[in-house]
């Protein structure tokens, strides 16, 4: 095949328009790639919204599906081949199996939508009654139809949308993104390359569980369909990557071929963090991060008023945007008043981490959860050692050492982990040694991204 590759990036709310780690992940590996062709086709809960990086000159188009708008249903009666199919389908399903979907994608024309067969025929109306009584009967018929149709009209808009053309596909997710990958192996027999920085599947189970309205069968249901959406990811790509070994493990709990999967963490820029060390008066305690519930900034607040009263020249500095929780944020300031932190605690919005990791202390991660916070790598490149919560890989960043690790909202513990730092002055300088030398030879971004290089090339070029 001549020319360059064509890779199709796959992304469900993230790059460009929502700014995190992943997006982050997504523009410095296009920006790094210089001699491929990237087509971004995301998924988004609405239309027209803003794109929040400058995308590179071979990005060379851009598609974007509203994941629930409505889609106009075919003209006519439904067709019994397509019904009898999605019956079949929910039949394995509701047996625990894997349903063939590719017998049911070939089926369908590109771009029809499924929403006549599925709500439109006798047949169809007989199996969502049938296992409404069955599988929720203590609560409202209404409930467990809206909901049944609101999942399954995403499923079908995304079987529906017109596929790009490229060589490859690269999902950065399995969930929705993952599922247009399969739409496109199946439909278009082109490889299919996942990469999870996180595991979808127990992202959404974690918020499902959270959600009070989402009850009985309908939360089993949600569970059900994005368990559903990642084996079936699993079964039909060609590559799966994970960012970690502790996720690839689990990848293979849930049916991942092991001769797919393949490790490939993320990197930093190491020259960019190497920044020169000013020691400035006082000890200060910075966390990096948006202030969301996720990165729990409450925690970091409430561990800050232990510290404060143990080490009263202890400084603390929330590095990151306030804006995207506003509510949040009114919260996390309103906790800082309440617990007299003053001008102890302030939250400085974005700024250029680099100057704060040339005078931070300790760097704090609180998060709830987290795949591979690329914040510890910075921080180690830079000479800062680290506190974290246990949660994705930080326990293997670092080294499983249980000084420096506390359960996830535990304060007092993350307390006691600062405390070891600022007592111990002498021993972090080897330790602060170690870590960085660990980032340079493992973590470097450039070296990582030839490895994704490599994979467009081998599995894009026929």
């Not at 064509?6 to 460009?16: D, M």
Request: hydrophobic share 40%.
């Amino acid at each position: 095949m001549a020319g360059r590759v064509k890779v199709c990036l796959l992304l469900e709310g993230s790059y460009p328009h929502i700014t995190g780690g992943v997006s982050s992940w997504v523009h410095q590996l296009i920006g790094e790639l210089e001699d491929i062709d990237f087509v971004l086709f995301t998924i988004s809960p609405a239309a027209d919204q803003p794109v929040n990086y400058k995308l590179a000159g071979n990005v060379v188009a851009h598609h974007d599906l509203v994941l629930v708008q409505p889609t106009s249903p075919k003209k006519g009666a439904p067709d019994k081949k397509l019904v009898a199919k999605i019956k079949s389908m929910h039949d394995s399903l509701f047996t625990g199996s894997m349903p063939d979907i590719s017998a049911l994608i070939k089926d369908i024309p590109q771009g029809h939508s499924l929403s006549s067969e599925a709500m439109g025929s006798p047949v169809s109306w007989e199996m969502i009654t049938s296992r409404s009584q069955l599988k929720n009967p203590a609560y409202p018929f209404a409930n467990y139809f809206w909901a049944w149709k609101s999942a399954h009209d995403m499923i079908f808009n995304i079987l529906a949308a017109e596929l790009p053309e490229a060589d490859l596909y690269h999902a950065v997710s399995t969930g929705y993104a993952g599922l247009v990958a399969v739409n496109a192996r199946i439909r278009l027999d082109k490889p299919f390359i996942l990469t999870e920085h996180g595991l979808y599947h127990k992202e959404r189970e974690m918020e499902i569980r959270k959600t009070p309205f989402i009850r009985g069968y309908q939360r089993d249901m949600w569970i059900n369909i994005y368990n559903t959406l990642s084996r079936m990811c699993y079964r039909y790509a060609d590559l799966i990557i994970a960012l970690f070994e502790h996720n690839r493990r689990l990848q293979l709990e849930l049916g991942a071929p092991e001769q797919k999967t393949r490790v490939i963490p993320n990197g930093i820029d190491t020259g960019r963090f190497m920044v020169k060390r000013e020691k400035r008066e006082g000890f200060h305690i910075g966390l990096v991060g948006r202030v969301v519930p996720i990165k729990d900034i409450k925690t970091f607040i409430a561990m800050a008023k232990i510290i404060s009263d143990d080490i009263p020249e202890a400084c603390f500095h929330c590095i990151g945007p306030t804006d995207e929780d506003e509510a949040y944020y009114e919260d996390c300031k309103i906790l800082v008043k309440s617990l007299r932190l003053g001008e102890k605690f302030k939250f400085t919005g974005r700024q250029n981490v680099l100057e704060y990791y040339s005078f931070l202390d300790v760097l704090l991660l609180t998060s709830v959860r987290e795949a591979q916070p690329l914040v510890i790598l910075e921080a180690y490149c830079a000479g800062v050692p680290v506190v974290s919560t246990r949660v994705g890989n930080v326990p293997e960043l670092l080294d499983f050492d249980d000084r420096f690790i506390a359960p996830p909202k535990d304060a007092a513990q993350l307390a006691e982990g600062v405390k070891y730092i600022y007592e111990h002055p002498a021993e972090m300088k080897g330790l602060i040694e170690k870590n960085r030398k660990r980032v340079l030879s493992f973590y470097e971004r450039k070296s990582l991204h030839q490895a994704y290089r490599n994979i467009y090339y081998e599995y894009g070029v026929s």
